[in-house]
């Protein structure tokens, strides 16, 4: 069964930083496109970041240059680097397998990130 | 960036009843464009891809039409599980969603 697994979320004052890791099972991470998606709560969806399997990344013009998107085929996971959070950041993040011209499917739960002094 | 504007924004539905959602694009999309279904506290569910194709497991009272700018979301006979929120996403240029579609049962 593919599934998805977030973890790292938690509470991180304005300007800190968070690793969200993303374990998957019943496939390979790196040779899939993989998504990061993110939920205000009580909002909508927003695209985050994406990396192909050829290794290239993508991120929203809101997060370009504060986060970073890897994968480790080692440990199957990947990961959402984020630094100098800013309190719209603030959201549910969810991984998700696919990106490019593909949909996504599945997501993970999800992982809450609030970003307070 | 590809904005997909979604109507209406909110529908209140008496079970059996039919909800036809529609998903408008700012671009050419082709057949790059999805639909996903999220219920309350729980994370999106991919119901259709490629504007028509099905989604195993998916009920068959969900269906997709359109292509190019304007795409349709259908609920045949709708039941009370179907409460959720409904989002188009477009694959065609980088990642867009719509705003969503409350879908509330009467």
């Known amino acids: 069964e593919v599934q998805l697994v977030e973890s790292g979320g938690g509470l991180v004052q304005p300007g800190g930083s968070l690793r969200l890791s993303c374990a998957a099972s019943?496939?390979?991470?790196?040779?899939?496109?993989m998504t990061w998606v993110r939920q205000v709560p009580g909002k909508g969806l927003e695209w985050v970041s994406v990396?192909?399997?050829?290794?290239?990344?993508y991120y929203a013009d809101s997060v370009k240059g504060r986060f970073t998107i890897s994968a480790d085929n080692s440990k199957n996971t990947l990961y959402l680097q984020m630094n100098s959070l800013r309190a719209e950041d603030t959201a549910t993040y969810y991984c998700?397998?696919?990106?490019?011209?593909?949909?996504?499917?599945?997501w993970g739960q999800g992982t809450l990130v609030i970003v307070s002094s | 960036e590809i904005v997909l504007t979604q109507s209406p924004d909110f529908q209140s539905v008496t079970p059996k009843e039919k909800v036809i959602i529609t998903c408008r694009a700012s671009e050419n999309l082709g057949t790059s464009l999805h639909w996903y279904q999220q219920k309350p506290d729980q994370s999106p569910k991919l119901l259709i891809k490629?504007?028509?194709q099905s989604i195993s497991g998916v009920p068959s009272r969900f269906s997709g039409s359109g292509s190019g700018t304007d795409f349709t979301l259908t609920i045949d006979s709708l039941e009370a599980e179907d409460a959720a929120t409904y989002y188009c996403q477009q694959s065609q240029s980088l990642w867009t969603f719509g705003q969503g579609t409350k879908v509330e049962i009467k």
């Open positions: 998700a397998k696919g990106g490019a011209r593909l949909c996504l499917d599945p």
């Open positions: 019943g496939f390979t991470v790196t040779n899939n496109y």
């Open positions: 490629f504007a028509s």
């Open positions: 990396i192909y399997r050829d290794g290239q990344t």
